[in-house]
């Protein structure tokens, strides 16, 4: 069965340093990945995805995503944060192709200090 | 163009009531998907529609239940409702199936049980 991995329940970080979050996930073929950011008391905003092409990915508000099959990782960064991107981040993967259902992992928390 | 509209925000119920949740989303999608996030269990996906068709279920007991409607709109309901099942009940939409999709959140319902 389709999983995701965050391996970093936590991650703080200073303003202005770059930032890499983890994500591992096991799926039989071409996976379908998104990353999703959760601010507290609010949904699910996306700010990337990857089906199939380049697997540098660029997202909103600065953020890219790097799909590594041979890893089965799908890693996201940031060059430079900024305290706005204090928050949580989840790595998902589609359960299948005919299927919106997504596999969630358990999500990163980023905490940034000015 | 609005973004998957959720209503109510916030409701507060009482063990044993029932509840149901509304879910509009974005113009020109149909379908609608929903997820159950709470502290212990992260997010678990509950069931999806896609033109009034329930396509996909999650692993939820049977007074966990759905609808759609011709115009995409979903409703989510919860019968005889536990403590455990206090959570923040999201909403995603999407205009079609398959890969390359990209699949919408809404703000979410929360759900405190009393």
């Known amino acids: 069965a389709q999983s995701v991995t965050q391996p970093d329940i936590h991650i703080t970080v200073s303003e202005g340093a770059s930032l890499e979050l983890r994500c591992n996930y096991s799926?039989?073929?071409?996976?379908?990945l998104f990353w999703y950011v959760q601010s507290p008391g609010q949904g699910l905003q996306l700010l990337l995805k990857?089906?199939?092409?380049?697997?540098l990915v660029q997202g909103i508000k600065g953020f890219e995503a790097e799909f590594k099959r041979s890893q089965s990782s799908f890693n996201l960064r940031k060059p430079s944060v900024h305290w706005s991107d204090a928050a949580e981040y989840f790595c998902?993967?589609?359960?299948?192709?005919?299927?919106?259902?997504?596999?969630f992992g358990t999500g990163t928390r980023l905490q940034v200090f000015p | 163009k609005a973004g998957v509209t959720q209503t109510p925000r916030y409701l507060i119920k009482t063990r044993g009531q029932q509840v149901t949740l509304s879910c509009s989303p974005i113009s020109g999608h149909r379908s609608v998907s929903w997820y159950q996030q709470t502290p212990g269990q992260g997010l678990q996906f509950l069931f999806e529609?896609?033109?009034?068709?329930?396509?996909n279920k999650g692993n939820f007991p049977g007074r966990f239940s759905g609808r759609q409607f011709s115009n995409s709109r979903s409703e989510m309901n919860v019968s005889t409702l536990e403590l455990g099942d206090s959570a923040l009940y999201l909403c995603?939409?999407?205009?079609?199936?398959?890969?390359?999709?990209?699949?919408?959140f809404g703000e979410g319902s929360w759900l405190t049980v009393v």
């Open positions: 995603a939409s999407s205009g079609r199936q398959g890969p390359g999709n990209t699949i919408y």
């Open positions: 998902a993967v589609g359960e299948s192709y005919n299927t919106d259902k997504l596999i």
């Open positions: 529609y896609f033109s009034e068709t329930q396509r």
């Open positions: 799926y039989g073929a071409t996976p379908y």
């Open positions: 990857y089906f199939s092409g380049d697997t």
